[in-house]
């Protein structure tokens, strides 16, 4: 992500779909890669585990190992408190979203 445009910026946006797909199941790095490369972001592994690290610090997801075969895997999902944040960050964004829309009155109006 070094190389991407705005990066600090969308670094908020990154969390909350890390968020958003960890409160719906497990996943992997590797997966989460991918997947944010589906929705244009370009992430290496050196900028996404750190990411990851932080919000498990944060009390945001919980990790655990998983054998595969001969080696392991750390699997990713939210806990109780990551989901609550990820509730509150989907109403935010609604909210966000309906602005930039233009679909409510501006301020003063
Ligand atoms: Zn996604």
Redesign the pocket.
Known sequence: MAKMKHQELLKGLIRL?IL??ASQEEFYGQWMIH?LA??GYTLSPGTLYPMLHALERSGYLKSKRKRLGRTFRRLYRATALGREANRVAKIQVRELIGELHGSRRSAGA
């Open positions: 779909h958003h797909h997947e589906r929705h």
